[in-house]
């Protein structure tokens, strides 16, 4: 069994700054790639940042510049610098990981229980 757990959610002012971090654990062969995404009230779940390794990264058009996504793959961890916060990013985090289970055809995806956090005045 695979598990994510997300840390590092809460509630933060417009301008603020605040880091989210991700730890996979369990029995696994390896993770290709560990992306966060976000679902805001009311909303689709959408991609935020991904990564594969520990270099091949992708931020969503609408928070680059703004967010940073950094971590390895291959040590399970994933963390995602967010500064200059909007409301518009209140929202549940998720972090994702694609995960080989006992090889490459065995590939499962996993998510994690989501932490929120709040960007208000």
């Known amino acids: 069994q695979v598990q994510l757990v997300e840390t590092g959610g809460g509630s933060v002012q417009p301008g603020g700054y605040l880091r989210l971090s991700c730890a996979a654990s369990g029995t696994f062969r390896k993770i290709t790639t560990m992306a966060w995404y976000r679902q805001a009230s009311g909303k689709q779940r959408e991609m935020v940042a991904t990564i594969s390794g520990r270099t091949s990264t992708a931020i969503a058009p609408s928070v680059q510049g703004r967010f940073t996504v950094s971590g390895d793959t291959s040590e399970n961890s994933l963390s995602l610098q967010m500064n200059s916060l909007k409301p518009d990013d209140t929202a549940v985090y998720y972090c994702?990981?694609?995960?080989?289970?006992?090889?490459?055809?065995?590939?499962?995806?996993?998510w994690g229980q989501g932490t929120l956090f709040t960007v208000t005045s």
């Open positions: 994702n990981a694609w995960v080989q289970i006992t090889s490459e055809y065995n590939l499962r995806e996993v």
